[in-house]
């Protein structure tokens, strides 16, 4: 299992995905299109058997790498997919750069998955998702 960097031909994939995950709000194919022709935004994923079974974006800025979004495929979720992504992501950083997220203050499992890595709840967005949930910004500042 290993993790490569997605291109524009897995557009249909990632998309596939996403709105499995992500239902209603997911990325629509013209936002991941234009997104790649951005250098700053990154999608990684996990294959096996030629499904995309894992797919993580993120922007990249000078001082931050921004977790835009996880996804795991029903029936591969708690098998350590998106923990393996998530250090993967991590070890991008550079010095002096951080990783954040921001995740629904109701998504235990997904805060339980971030804090196990290593994440930390440094601000509170109050009222920010359309369905009123709160969002909480998670960051990796060290190393």
């Known amino acids: ?16 995905l996403f709105n499995e995950q992500f239902k209603n709000e997911s990325w629509t194919e ?7 022709n951005s250098n700053a935004t990154k999608f990684y994923g996990i294959i096996k058997n030629n499904v995309l079974i894992c797919v993580a974006s993120i922007l990249i800025t000078i001082d931050d790498i921004n977790l835009l ?46 804090e196990s890595v290593g994440f930390k709840t440094l601000n509170v967005r109050h009222k920010y ?3 009123g949930d709160d969002a909480l910004c998670m960051f990796i500042i060290s190393k």
């Open 30 to 36: 013209n936002q991941i299109l234009e997104s790649f």
């Open 129 to 131: 998702y359309k369905d």
């Open 1 to 16: 299992m290993e993790i490569v960097k997605l291109e524009k031909n897995d557009i249909s994939k990632i998309v596939d």
């Open 69 to 114: 979004d996880i996804a795991t495929k029903e029936g591969y979720k708690r098998q350590g997919y998106a923990t393996k992504m998530l250090k993967y992501i991590i070890s991008l950083k550079k010095e002096n750069q951080s990783v954040s997220l921001e995740v629904k203050s109701k998504n235990i499992p997904a805060i339980n998955l971030y």
